[in-house]
């Protein structure tokens, strides 16, 4: 169960990113075709997250204590002292932006330049955190492996 839970939570983290992707390309190109979909695709990338945070909420109190005990005893302690301490509050104004961004593509993105540039804003911060934690969590799970190496 324990790798079915961490493949779920990077494969929905990367929906997560791709997804935002898709809102930010969307965005920059919006007119009155594309509405619909910029509105679903953010509904897209909201739910997922939520996924993704359950699922990984649940996997960090279930197992991520030995992860964690593996991590500190090898060779690439700040997999976790920086990199997994990071990623905790970093996924949280994740969270919330992802929260924020189909609320926001209920604005008027083709006439209200202002609503378009803060909804650009939010799905640019998505893919670039997004970015950043998919990066972290492979730091993590190297980490972990390269403890459970020397074990």
């Known amino acids: 169960m324990f790798e079915v839970m961490v493949m779920m939570h990077a494969v929905l983290g990367l929906l997560v990113l791709l997804a935002g992707i898709w809102v930010f390309v969307e965005a920059l190109n919006v007119s009155q075709s594309n509405v619909a979909r910029i509105r679903l695709a953010s509904l897209i990338v909201a739910v997922a997250m939520w996924v993704t945070f359950a699922v990984a909420g649940y996997w960090y109190v279930a197992y991520y204590a030995a ?47 202002g609503a378009r540039s803060l909804f650009l804003c939010v799905a640019g911060l998505i893919v670039l955190i997004g970015v950043a934690v998919e990066g972290s969590g492979g730091i993590i799970s190297m980490g972990a492996k390269l403890g459970a190496a020397l074990r």
């Open 67 to 113: 992860d964690k005990a593996l991590i500190l005893k090898g060779p690439w302690p700040f997999a976790h002292n920086f990199f997994m301490e990071t990623k905790e509050h970093v996924v949280l104004m994740l969270l919330l932006l992802t929260t924020f961004l189909p609320i926001a593509a209920q604005n008027d993105l083709v006439g209200n330049k």
